[in-house]
């Protein structure tokens, strides 16, 4: 979604045009009043402090009081669910997890963004755009419910090291997906003849725990041609003998893969910190990951972060680009909010190039931000190896959104691990790929029914 379009090319014009009205803030200098913000808290220390830092900015900018809290991820998520279910809410949170700007959108229980997208909107990637604008199933249409300000895709994480012990060198990896990953299975084989008995050769998620395997099945389904799952307009498409399958290759790849002794034992049980530890005490020697999180925990450890490799995704079987599925963090505000107006305006600020720019770059490029123009103007985001793969890959190359953008049913899917299930009844209880694909096609179809998309 991140190839050029018309409006994409419009931007780069605008974005010129408008940079000296951008670097103001946009801030409307009304009585002071007081917002409430709940905010999770940073993977590394810097970006607590960089958040302090914003809302301290912003309020000597604007006279308004931003009073938050900064909550570690999973309690936070927690306390969402519980606020939005109660009515108690605060001001403004962010979409933690990430798909509940489409689940709350769709019971109307968020407030219409559209017009803090807009002070933005042409400097925005294609994919954020759509990731955010969502169906409200009580007005029978689609809008703006979510600002996104950062985006995360699932780059290749490996060791330069244990490729090279297996006598093997970087410029012999396959450039095609099923052939790449089948490489980091013959670098175990050459590693256990030296004796390394203990090492893997592909970190795969194959768990029921977390939004990992999720990532990971989507991105195999993806490569595999069953992109199109979700169409535009919120319609399953399980119809398609393509999607059909896409999916029953990316049940049969990583289950086969654990099966055959590639994938570590462990890995079935897996959370969504486990591969990451895995893979940092060399366990494996590649693992598909979110984030750059695998690297920055390494970063203070020069000779260990050097060692590793960042890589973007390899084409598809047939030698085409595989869009990373993106998300986004994005701000939302729900419906009974106090105080809407400086809850937008704080949002407004946020998501300032050079602002947005400023913040994210504190946490190492962990995230990125969601305006091609704002890397682009800035080399410090293509200075360092880690963070010039994975900005390329979520940014300036083809991206796609997540598919529950297109449908909230999509969600259900996901935190039901019906895809991972299926991968479970292959390695556990004997079925094939196509018979564990049957019956994840049936909990699918059962959930879109519960989610229909009025269509116009």
Same mark, same amino acid.
Request: charged letters at 20%; proline letters at 6%.
């Given at each position: ?25 946009? !801030? ?10 709940? $905010?999770?808290?940073?993977? !590394?220390?810097?970006? *607590? ?19 938050? @809290? ?19 809410? %605060? ?67 490996? $060791? ?28 175990? *084989? ?11 050769? +592909? ?9 990992? %395997? ?7 389904? !993806? ?44 890995? !079935? ?13 060399? +366990? ?20 260990? =972060? ?60 962990r995230n990125i931000p969601c305006m091609p123009s704002v890397v682009k103007n800035d080399p410090w985001w ?12 979520? +940014? +300036? @190359? %083809?991206? @796609? ?8 049913? =999509? ?7 019906? $895809?991972?299930?299926?991968?479970? *009844? ?25 989610? %229909?998309?009025?269509?116009?």
């Amino acid at each position: 979604m991140t190839t050029p379009t018309r409006r994409s090319v419009l931007r780069g014009s605008l974005a010129l045009a408008a940079a000296g009205a951008l670097a103001r803030p946009h !801030i409307a200098n009304a009585a002071a009043t007081t917002a409430t913000v709940w $905010w999770a808290q940073g993977f !590394i220390p810097e970006e *607590d402090a960089a958040f302090k830092q914003l809302v301290a900015d912003y309020e000597k900018a604007s006279g308004n009081t931003i009073e938050y @809290s900064i909550v570690p991820f999973a309690p936070e998520r927690q306390k969402i669910i519980s606020a939005v279910t109660s009515g108690d809410v %605060p001001d403004l949170f962010q979409n933690n997890p990430g798909e509940i700007i489409a689940l709350f959108a769709y019971q109307d229980k968020l407030v219409d963004v559209s017009d803090v997208v807009e002070t933005q909107r042409e400097l925005y990637s294609d994919t954020a755009l759509i990731s955010s604008y969502c169906y409200n199933n009580a007005e029978k249409r689609r809008s703006y419910y979510g600002v996104p300000y950062a985006t995360a895709v699932i780059p290749v994480h490996l $060791w330069r090291s244990l490729v090279e012990k297996a006598g093997y060198k970087l410029d012999d990896i396959p450039k095609t997906w099923d052939a790449f990953c089948d490489f980091f299975k013959r670098v175990q *084989d050459g590693l256990r003849k030296n004796g390394m008995r203990s090492v893997y050769g +592909l970190g795969l998620q194959v768990t029921t725990n977390g939004v990992d %395997p999720n990532g990971l099945f989507n991105y195999f389904l !993806i490569a595999y041609g069953g992109g199109g799952i979700v169409a535009k307009d919120g319609r399953l498409h399980l119809d398609d003998p393509q999607v059909k399958q896409a999916a029953i290759s990316a049940i049969a790849y990583p289950a086969n893969a654990y099966k055959e002794g590639y994938v570590p034992p462990s890995a !079935i049980n897996w959370n969504d910190a486990d591969d990451n530890n895995a893979f940092h005490s060399k +366990l494996m020697v590649m693992d598909f990951d979110g984030t750059i999180s695998t690297e920055v925990a390494l970063y203070h450890d020069k000779e260990q =972060y050097n060692d590793i490799v960042t890589m973007g995704l390899p084409l598809s079987n047939s030698g085409q680009p595989v869009p990373s599925q993106a998300g986004y963090a994005c701000g939302l505000i729900p419906k009974g909010a106090k105080n809407v107006t400086v809850a937008k305006e704080f949002l407004k600020y946020l998501i300032q190039p050079k602002t947005v720019d400023g913040y994210l770059k504190v946490g190492l490029g962990r995230n990125i931000p969601c305006m091609p123009s704002v890397v682009k103007n800035d080399p410090w985001w293509f200075a360092d190896p880690h963070r010039k793969a994975y900005t390329t890959q979520g +940014l +300036l @190359s %083809p991206t @796609s959104p997540a598919f529950w953008a297109y449908n909230p049913a =999509y969600a259900e899917v996901q935190n039901t691990h019906v $895809w991972s299930v299926a991968w479970a *009844d292959v390695i556990r209880n004997g079925k094939t790929p196509q018979q564990a694909a049957a019956k994840a096609f049936a909990q699918v179809e059962a959930i879109f029914a519960k989610y %229909p998309i009025a269509q116009t």
